[in-house]
């Protein structure tokens, strides 16, 4: 018995779309396990994802195997149920006992290895000349990026603007610093294992090294609005030959799109600005052209509201005591 004539078709048209779907999926990427890892320091993130899922998944079996066993050998008919309070010393020792191992043993474990990983990778920012230094400033729902240039000065002609793109060179340490714009919001790099938040009126860094060309993605890991699923960028991450192509040309456009007078595009801040201001960001440190822009309106209006609210704390302590005795 023949087919009927439609099934053919459908049955490749089905097949068609499926390797299409299939090439369309980011190479490497199987669906298990973590994003590939392109970057230097990340495989200690993996080891202790997966040093702790171990015995994350042994305890897991435990307890459903101890299930298990009590809902067959204790069914209705095998014996009668004997009941506990646990407020013996006997369920004290037991409890003091399991819940030590598994808090110094798990807990510990994590502390121990993330104390050590802060301390010889997270807290060793960059200082040479040779890293790449970007700013980034994160809105509802974009990433906006500026490069310094070939003049590797801030605030300048020649800044290299994005929205949502970034390219870097392999093989280079890559220096962030990051603010947002409205609410808090967090870079996040998974192939690369970098998160941090970006927050209104002040600054956060943080730094990588990639190992491999590629694209990957550049998301939000902070709920920030009823868009957030929108917030998403491109991480390009090209040869060194291709990079300095790149920047040739971006540096041209940039010079020639270049407008002094227009303080929403020049929002970027002089680099050492937010370590001058202990982290703070002012409009004396955001940059030559960004004093009279949203962003720094922000700023100030939320250093007037806490200056506010100090003044009228204050105002109501002074007062208190005369109050009090009017009163009596």
Not at 9 to 37: C, K, V
Not at 56 to 75: D, E
Not at 92 to 105: E, K, L, Q, R, T
Not at 124 to 133: C, N
């Amino acid at each position: 018995m023949r087919p009927p004539r439609l099934i053919v078709p459908l049955a490749s048209g089905l097949l068609s779309a499926l390797s299409s779907i299939a090439a369309a999926a980011p190479a490497g990427e199987t669906g298990y396990g973590m994003p590939r890892d392109f970057s230097l320091e990340g495989h200690r993130i993996d080891f202790l994802i997966n040093s702790v899922s171990i015995p994350i998944i042994l305890l897991f079996v435990i307890m459903v195997a101890w299930m298990g066993i009590a809902l067959i050998s204790h069914r209705d008919g095998k014996h009668k149920a004997e009941y506990d309070h646990g407020v013996g010393r006997h369920n004290a020792m037991h409890a003091v006992i399991i819940s030590s191992v598994i808090f110094f043993g798990v807990d510990g474990w994590l502390f121990y290895w993330s104390v050590k990983d802060v301390d010889e990778v997270l807290w060793q920012f960059p200082d040479s000349e040779d890293a790449l230094r970007v700013e980034v400033n994160a809105q509802q729902w974009s990433w906006n990026f500026r490069l310094p240039g070939p003049d590797k000065v801030f605030g300048t002609a020649d800044d290299i603007v994005t929205i949502n793109d970034l390219t870097i060179p392999v093989g280079r340490d890559v220096m962030v610093k990051m603010t947002a714009k409205d609410v808090i919001h967090s870079f996040y790099l998974p192939n690369l294992r970098v998160k941090k938040d970006a927050i209104p009126g002040s600054t956060t860094r943080a730094w990588f090294h990639a190992t491999k060309e590629g694209q990957v993605d550049i998301a939000c890991a902070q709920h920030c609005g009823t868009h957030h699923f929108k917030m998403r960028g491109q991480l390009n991450i090209v040869s060194a030959q291709d990079f300095n192509a790149w920047e040739t040309q971006m540096t041209e456009i940039a010079k020639r799109s270049f407008d002094p007078g227009d303080p929403e595009a020049n929002w970027g801040w002089p680099w050492e600005a937010d370590a001058e201001n202990s982290g703070q960001l002012t409009p004396r440190g955001l940059g030559p052209h960004i004093k009279d822009s949203p962003w720094a309106s922000t700023t100030s209006m939320i250093r007037r509201t806490r200056s506010s609210r100090s003044t009228c704390s204050a105002t109501t302590t002074r007062s208190s005591p005369s109050s009090s005795s009017g009163r009596a």
